[in-house]
T-cell receptor, first 114, second 113 residues
Framework: GQQLNQSPQSMFIQEGEDVSMNCTSSSIFNTWLWYKQDPGEGPVLLIA?????ELTSNGRLTAQFGITRKDSFLNISASIPSDVGIYFC??????????????FGQGTILTVHP | NAGVTQTPKFQVLKTGQSMTLQCAQDMNHNSMYWYRQDPGMGLRLIYY???????DKGEVPNGYNVSRLNKREFSLRLESAAPSQTSVYFC????????????FGPGTRLTVL
């Protein structure tokens, strides 16, 4: 099936540092989504991207839809302890049908030390 | 709005027992999805329903059945639970076409002994 490679798998950072993570696909996507999952909870949508080259911000979070349409990046600036969690990318294959089936990356586990 | 709700939140089964996981959404979405989440595997699609009255297999459908009861509700049934089905199960809903955002419930944590 469709594969998304998400990296890094985990990050340990100090409060105040910036964070970058990315996802790459073997095929062209027409949608990229970024989710955050807190322990014991369901994933929550952070940012949605629909156009190649699109750069979208949500507070301290910024995500970009890669020009090649095969990758996406998420940056978190000035991290705080509540940023801790698992971050997932998800994408919709450009060849897919309209029911919105997504493929998910394996997640980046973020730990922030105060 | 409650968004996507799931019941139960936790469940322990013995091998061979059956159970149904319930999911409901109040966002008037056409599409609904069931995923399982295992450590290091991300989210894998079990079944989905593009619209009321239709269901289709996802990536890992074996051992599961689903019912799209109406536009709001989408249930997942394990007929004969196996230890390999120990996982966290998430229901999600989204629009049928255009925007592909999916919104998730809080999950059901299932252990099969």
């Amino acid at each position: 099936g469709q594969q998304l490679n998400q990296s890094p798998q985990s990050m340990f950072i100090q409060e105040g540092e910036d964070v970058s993570m990315n996802c790459t696909s073997s095929s062209i996507f027409n949608t990229w989504l970024w989710y955050k999952q807190d322990p014991g909870e369901g994933p929550v949508l952070l940012i949605a991207l629909y156009k190649a080259g699109e750069l979208t911000s949500n507070g301290r979070l910024t995500a970009q839809f890669g020009i090649t349409r095969k990758d996406s990046f998420l940056n978190i600036s000035a991290s705080i302890p509540s940023d801790v969690g698992i971050y997932f990318c998800a994408g919709r294959d450009a060849g897919g049908t309209s029911y919105g089936k997504l493929t998910f990356g394996q997640g980046t586990i973020l730990t922030v030390h105060p | 709005n409650a968004g996507v709700t799931q019941t139960p939140k936790f469940q322990v089964l013995k091998t061979g027992q059956s159970m149904t996981l319930q999911c409901a959404q109040d966002m008037n979405h056409n599409s609904m999805y069931w995923y399982r989440q295992d450590p290091g595997m991300g989210l894998r699609l079990i079944y989905y329903s593009a619209s009321e009255g239709t269901t289709d297999k996802g990536e890992v459908p074996n051992g599961y059945n689903v019912s799209r009861l109406n536009k709001r509700e989408f249930s997942l049934r394990l007929e004969s639970a196996a230890p390999s089905q120990t996982s966290v199960y998430f229901c999600a809903s989204g629009r049928l076409a255009g925007l592909n955002e999916q919104f998730f419930g809080p999950g059901t944590r299932l252990t099969v002994l």
